[in-house]
Nanobody, 118 residues
Framework: QVQVAESGGGLVQSGGSLRLSCAASGSNIARISPMYWYRQAPGGKQREWVATISGDDHTVVASSVQGRFTVSRDSAKNTVDLQMNSLKPEDTAVYYC??????????WGQGTQVTVSS
């Protein structure tokens, strides 16, 4: 089973940028399709979908982040990245990546914390 690990989170001011990365243990992430990014805001909110990248690198992002977030594959690093620009306080959340198989098993990694200060 592929295990994923997220990195790149941190504290940033409103309007700033962060780039998150998702690595897959022992696998060529370019062969894993689709890959998803989700996030869970504090206060017990439900985890919500953020972005998807398919095998042909077709991407879709949630309307709440449209025009600010982009998802891509980095073959050199063997990662799937989430570039987040123009961050807002409401983007504060733990961000997770996952595979289709992971979603099916409701199996999640530790995520990476993103905190946007106003």
């Amino acid at each position: 089973q592929v295990q994923v690990a997220e990195s790149g989170g941190g504290l940033v001011q409103s309007g700033g940028s962060l780039r998150l990365s998702c690595a897959a243990s022992g696998s060529n992430i370019a062969r894993i399709s689709p890959m998803y990014w989700y996030r869970q805001a504090p206060g017990g909110k439900q985890r919500e979908w953020v972005a998807t990248i398919s095998g042909d690198d077709h991407t879709v992002v949630a309307s709440s982040v449209q025009g600010r977030f982009t998802v891509s594959r980095d073959s050199a690093k063997n990662t799937v990245d989430l570039q987040m620009n123009s961050l807002k306080p409401e983007d504060t959340a733990v961000y997770y990546c996952n595979t289709q198989a992971g979603l099916s098993r409701n199996a999640w990694g530790q995520g990476t914390q993103v905190t946007v200060s106003s």
